[in-house]
């Protein structure tokens, strides 16, 4: 059979890092190890029956069973104004400044191909979600990384960028409540993001991917800060908020150029969702948010029991800020992937390695509370058992 070569742009892609993982994970599980899954980023919640009877309703909807319009229904915009101005006090036009997205990863990685030539500088966080680096890979762009650390709150240190390489960005990525870290960011430091992408004239994307999961105090929208919307946009999904994540539904929010820049290239794409879906998505958006509480809520209560059982058997850390991870650092001795394999083998317990989301997460395992609190009290026992704290 004729092999075919793959195209330039398939061959700058960066590699599936935790397709290893997964791999490791499922071996052991088929020789019949009862294994618990903390690696990876899925809600384990159903999503809440409201919002799932609104779709079975749409979906019996004849206008729900032809194409949707190309950019979406005006409905589902308008209820995303709705919810940015109920949630975070920002006005939204619906018409000029909001994308419906096939879910925020494809928003993520396509914004590049929207805003970036070949060899456009791209400034990206370190460590972060590794598919910003996808879609910089797929305009052949070049990724300048910002070092988050611990001793900065795990926020990026601009006066630590050059000012050639502010001068040269086009595009800087950001992530708060942000995985992996769990950090939150302040106000104060979005304003200074924002004053910063005016001074040098790049845009800014935040991913709002977790913002309805703060502990401390409610994370903070980007586009709160005064002139936001000038310079950047805001990416959301319902993944994490309702437990959405097969439904592939996100928006993305604020600056109007770029706005239609996503909008044309998801017109050669996606021509966007089913309706049923949109639908959905509308009433999750603008119902009653009791269930968006109750999730902090659970998401609250195991990061507190699996926190405090870490630190009983001598694994200090601190508590998450926010989203449903823990950056964890690892114990002396050990690399981030050598403590994640002793893990697996031996307590059957899976973590992400924190090199994995870039060469700044090594030391740490990033962790997910996507399980019963009783299945975080056995992890923590089996880890105990390791003795290496």
């Not at 059979?1 to 960066?14: A, T, V």
């Not at 430091?189 to 935040?206: G, I, M, S, W």
């Not at 999730?295 to 405090?308: D, H, M, V």
């Not at 964890?328 to 992400?352: K, M, W």
Request: proline residues 5%.
């Amino acid at each position: 059979m004729q092999r075919f070569e793959q195209s330039e742009m398939l061959k700058r892609l960066p590699d599936q890092f935790f397709a290893k993982l997964v791999k490791k994970a499922q071996q052991l599980k088929d020789q019949g190890h009862d294994i618990i899954n903390l690696g990876q980023g899925n809600p384990d919640l159903p999503t809440p029956e409201y919002v799932v009877h609104a779709l079975q309703e749409a979906a019996k909807d004849p206008v729900n069973h032809q194409y949707s319009p190309f950019q979406g229904f005006d409905y589902l915009k308008e209820a995303v104004a709705t919810f940015y101005k109920k949630e975070y006090e920002v006005d939204v036009d619906p018409k000029q400044e909001v994308a419906i997205l096939f879910g925020a990863k494809s928003g993520l990685v396509s914004l590049s191909q929207c805003l970036l030539n070949p060899g456009d500088i791209t400034l990206l966080p370190n460590p972060g979600y590794p598919d910003y680096l996808s879609g910089v890979a797929m305009a052949n762009a070049s990724p300048e990384f910002m070092p988050l650390t611990r001793e900065n709150d795990f926020l990026p240190d601009y006066k630590k960028i050059s000012a050639d390489t502010l001068g040269r960005a086009k595009l800087m990525f950001l992530n708060y409540p942000n995985n992996p870290t769990a950090a939150t960011a302040t106000k104060d430091f979005f304003d200074e993001t924002v004053d910063l992408a005016k001074q040098h004239n790049f845009c800014v994307v935040h991913d709002f991917a977790y913002g309805a999961l703060g502990f401390d105090q409610k994370p903070h929208s980007f586009l709160q800060s005064a002139g936001a919307k000038d310079i950047g946009i805001e990416i959301y999904t319902l993944s994490k908020t309702y437990n959405m994540a097969g439904w592939r539904v996100a928006f993305a929010v604020g600056n109007r150029s770029v706005i239609d820049s996503i909008n044309l290239i998801q017109d050669h794409l996606y021509v966007s969702l089913f309706g049923a879906v949109q639908k959905a998505a509308a009433v999750a958006l603008t119902a009653d948010q009791a269930s968006v509480k109750h999730l902090r809520n659970t998401y609250a209560q195991r990061r507190n029991r699996f926190i405090s059982g870490l630190n009983r058997i001598g694994w200090k850390v601190d508590l998450p800020k926010g989203t449903f991870f823990a950056w964890l650092p690892v114990p002396n001795g050990y690399t981030s992937e050598e403590f994640a394999d002793l893990l697996l083998e031996q307590a059957h317990v899976v973590v992400a390695p924190g090199n994995g989301f870039g060469s700044q997460g090594e030391g740490y395992v990033r962790v997910g509370l996507l399980d019963s609190v009783e299945r975080l009290d056995e992890a923590v026992v089996r880890i105990g058992e390791l003795e290496v704290f």
